[in-house]
């Protein structure tokens, strides 16, 4: 089974609205926004049939009275009454069908404790959990459930590809730089993504083996990552939980 086309659609500053499509029909992932979807389907003459939602944040949420009321849409989502507009509930284990591909879910709290990520053979929708260079920052839950739900996304096969939420991905290189300066797979990651954005082009999706070798927050058991925090006085442990706490800490004080 091939995949439908998947395409970015700007919403807000710096957030990405996924668009799958086959041509005729339409999904999107968390439309923040419903206007720069009603466009995208009007310039491509699609049909939106479904809305799948990561999580309850406003700008992932925002646009789906809109569009369900313009569409007639469904929409999947997670277990989370705050979000009444949701017609099917999804949890770990779950899946859904889109357009032919299923998609199958995975629980992953710590951002907020609702977040969900839809898993394909090949690629990843995670919402606000990684993002390329970086992952979210933890309001809901506690950081060793963070790093649990980010150990499962870093657990799928390299090549799935990763589409996160947000265009990130050049502060949180900038970031990786101060932790591992001399780190050569992030300089030539933080070089081709100022390339691309230059070019104002989006820097996702990136790739589960990308993220494995020059995403720090994927890099808990990794004794430079450690080092790298002793050296700046942030960990007093090599324990996993701890050093992840200690690099995300120090990223919301960046
Ligand atoms: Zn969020």
Not at 116 to 124: E, K, L, R
Not at 135 to 140: K, Q
Request: hydrophobic letters at 40%; one cysteine or more.
């Amino acid at each position: 089974m091939t995949h439908p086309t998947i395409e970015p659609i700007k919403a807000f500053s710096d957030n990405y609205i996924w668009l799958l499509h086959d041509g005729r029909s339409a999904y999107v992932v968390d439309p923040g926004d419903a206007e720069p979807v009603l466009q995208a389907l009007q310039e491509r003459h699609l049909q939106l049939e479904g809305v799948l939602i990561t999580h309850h944040h406003p700008d992932h949420v925002g646009g789906v009275v809109a569009l369900k009321t313009e569409t007639a849409c469904t929409v999947w989502g997670p277990h989370n009454p705050s979000v009444p507009q949701i017609d099917q509930r999804l949890g770990e284990g779950d899946s859904v069908d889109v357009l032919g591909v299923k998609w199958q879910i995975l629980e992953v709290p710590g951002h907020t404790l609702d977040h969900i990520a839809y898993v394909s053979a090949g690629a990843v929708f995670c919402g606000d959990t990684l993002f390329a260079g970086g992952c979210g920052r933890v309001f809901e839950g506690t950081f060793p459930m963070m790093r649990q739900s980010l150990a499962k996304l870093r657990r799928l096969p390299p090549e799935t590809r990763v589409y996160c939420a947000h265009e990130y991905t050049l502060s949180n290189l900038a970031f990786a730089t101060s932790v591992a300066p001399d780190d050569a797979a992030i300089q030539r990651r933080l070089a081709d993504c100022q390339r691309l954005r230059a070019a104002d082009e989006p820097t996702v999706p990136s790739s589960i083996q990308e993220e494995c070798s020059s995403n720090p927050f994927l890099r808990w058991d990794d004794p430079a990552i450690y080092q790298a925090l002793t050296l700046h006085d942030k960990a007093a442990t090599d324990d996993h939980d701890a050093v992840f706490a200690a690099l995300r800490q120090w990223k919301d004080n960046f």
